[in-house]
């Protein structure tokens, strides 16, 4: 490929250019929203003043250092990550699936990681303590979100057809049944229990720890790593497994790869940040229109705009009903719900609903 | 060479395939014929190593289903009836989907102005009609497969209804391909539904029916007034055209007209 920033005579058709100049944009972009957030909260602290604190070698307060260390960049960091991974994990769905309106949140993946995690904390005292709650919890997020997708993928594919009617009322479905399972659990939690549970209803960054992050981060990280690797396959799946296997795909590994994938980054994004929706729908539907849906680009750039999204958001969370902080579920389902239908409603998506 | 032996496969537990014995050799055009449900595009998907099968099939001396997909994707090319493509590919991506190596990036526009579609690159792929986007899967499995024969032997096209979805100029075009693809030492096993294409442009002729082979060999051989007629159920009588093409004229508003 001769893709690249200086690329002006690329031929038509080809888009590689653009997409390369827009993972240079992105990666801007992702660095101003970094410093938006770590700039804003509601204690106070100047990022100006603390910077030129450093710039001078004095050392910086320690109520800063400790607000600054201790709270806003984890919760950077844990918006990175999450927002990266809810992106990424769209890309894989909607690949694998072969639709656009696949996505972990709507077809229940994330109701699916949401009871895992539940079940990990209600009924993780009663196991033998071989993990401690903090690892336990993504883990079974991640065991959720893995027999969800394929659950789906078994009840939605027939013959390597997938139907997008039965994935969309079928998730719907199953996504109720484990909502039910987890409210069930309510039941069998404590005090302290239900507070955690109660949580992810809501969806957010607030409580994000270094502690959190080092528990997301082998779930989620291999996953935006290893994503790229599958894109040649997923661009040939767009035209079917037949055709697919026809280019030398080895459709079932590349299909079981990004199962996996899905539920390893959605689980660890569920178990650390709850629900939050339509970063996997709204991020790869805007990259398709600006650069196309080859998956060599539309991973990378999904990682990157995911994750600026994600942290703008929290930023404005944070702001819009200061010192109080508003879900961020809240706000990307006011964002992206409206896409959604957009995307269902307009005509010639490759959308067969019969 | 393509050679069959004790060829069965069955779909499900259904037996849609028996006993077929199919001589395709390279540097011809062998072309699949029959009714509809004979069992044509079965047997092309078996040997494209789509389905498990039993007995022997063997691509130049090598049994298909021992050859790994990544390996068979160098060797040859698969056009389908009809291909769903889900996202919003341009035409030039949708065939660069067919280039297996980097170094290949010139045969996309290559393939393009073979299947006549060299404008069409920046094009949206799903705002094309359904014989523009037949033409261009096309290209993208001439983009796969490279040249017809090569010092690693030679590749092969298969290719079911290549043109049933094209106007006359279209059709005469792709079979000219496909019979040029033969003539460069390539295979070509493609199933057909119009007779007179293939009287035309193959060489070899495999006549289905009921999933076993009624008839191969040379269009001359196999296009037979009782053997057709028998095997559509209607009444066909061959002619010749000039240069003793053999042409298939259905007899049936005649019989009509000479009651």
């Known amino acids: 490929m001769t893709g690249g920033l200086l690329t002006r005579h690329a031929p ?11 993972l240079g944009l992105l990666l801007l972009l992702v660095a101003a929203m970094s410093i938006l957030s770590i700039g804003s909260g509601a204690s106070g602290v100047s990022l100006p003043h603390v910077l030129q604190d450093l710039l001078r070698g004095q050392e910086i307060e320690a109520r800063d250092r400790l607000i600054l260390w201790g709270i806003r960049l984890p919760r950077l960091a844990m918006g990175l990550l999450v927002g990266a991974a809810l992106a990424v994990s769209g890309v894989l769905m909607q690949g694998l699936f072969r639709n656009p309106l696949a996505d972990p949140g709507i077809v229940g993946v994330g109701s699916g990681a949401g009871l895992g995690a539940a079940l990990a904390i209600v009924l993780g005292p009663w196991l033998p303590a071989v993990l401690p709650t903090l690892w336990l919890v993504p883990l079974a997020a991640f065991a959720g979100g893995w027999a ?18 039965t994935m969309l009322l079928g998730g719907l479905a199953f996504g109720a049944l484990a909502e039910a399972a987890r409210g069930l659990l309510t039941y069998l939690a404590d005090d302290q229990q239900l507070r955690d549970l109660t949580f992810w209803s809501m969806g957010s960054l607030a409580g994000a720890s270094w502690r959190k992050v080092g528990a997301a981060l082998p779930l989620i990280l291999p996953v935006l790593l290893l994503a790229p690797l599958m894109a040649r396959g997923l661009n040939a799946l767009a035209l079917g497994e037949a055709a697919a296997r026809h280019l030398g795909i080895p459709v079932q590994r590349v299909k079981r790869l990004a199962v996996l994938g899905v539920a390893s980054a959605t689980g660890a994004s569920v178990a650390m940040a709850g629900g939050i929706g339509f970063i996997g729908i709204v991020v790869p539907h805007l990259l398709r229109l600006a650069t196309g849906p080859d998956h060599r680009f539309l991973l990378p750039n999904a990682a990157l705009l995911g994750a600026a999204l994600l942290v703008g958001a929290d930023v404005v969370a944070r702001l819009i009903v200061a010192p109080a902080e508003m879900p961020i579920g809240i706000l990307t389902a006011v964002i992206g719900a409206p896409v959604f239908l957009w995307i269902l409603l307009r005509q010639g998506y490759g959308l067969d609903l019969q | ?46 040997l494209a190593g789509d389905l498990p099968y039993a007995g022997s099939a063997t691509l130049d001396g090598q049994e298909i289903a021992g050859i790994p997909v990544a390996e068979l994707a160098l060797r040859r090319g698969v056009l389908q009836q009809a291909t769903s493509l889900s996202f919003p590919f341009t035409v030039l991506e949708v065939v660069r989907l067919g280039l297996l190596r980097r170094e290949d990036a010139s045969l996309a526009h290559q393939a393009l102005r073979q299947v006549d579609l060299e404008g069409y690159a920046g094009r949206l792929y799903q705002e094309l009609s359904g014989g523009e986007q037949q033409r261009v899967h096309l290209a993208r499995m001439l983009a796969q497969v490279g040249a017809p024969a090569g010092p690693e032997g ?51 002729v495999v006549l289905m029916s009921r999933g076993r082979v009624a008839g191969a060999g040379s269009p001359a051989q196999v296009f037979d007034d009782g053997l057709l007629s028998q095997v559509y159920g209607l009444p066909l009588r061959v002619n010749t055209a000039p240069r003793d093409l053999p042409y298939v004229l259905p007899q049936t508003a005649l019989t009509f007209s000479d009651r």
């Not at chain 2, 395939?17 to 044509?40: F, M």
């Not at chain 2, 279209?170 to 033969?182: E, I, Y």
């Open chain 1, 12 to 22: 038509a058709g080809d888009r590689s250019g653009r997409a390369t100049t827009t």
């Open chain 1, 148 to 165: 969800m997708t394929v659950l789906l993928y078994r009840t939605a594919t027939r013959g390597g057809q997938t139907s997008v009617a």
């Open chain 2, 1 to 46: 060479m393509i050679e069959t032996r004790d060829f069965c496969v069955s779909l499900g537990r259904r037996p849609v395939l028996h006993d077929i014995r199919l001589l395709a050799p390279a540097g011809e055009l062998t072309a699949i014929v029959g009714p509809n449900g004979s069992g044509k595009t079965t047997l092309l998907r078996a």
């Open chain 2, 154 to 204: 030679q590749r092969w096209l298969f290719l079911d209804e290549p043109v049933s979805s094209l106007d006359i100029g279209h059709q005469l075009q792709v079979m000219q391909l496909a019979q040029g693809f033969a003539a460069s030492g390539g295979g070509v096993l493609a199933v057909m539904h119009d007779l007179n294409l293939t009287a035309m442009f193959a060489q070899q």
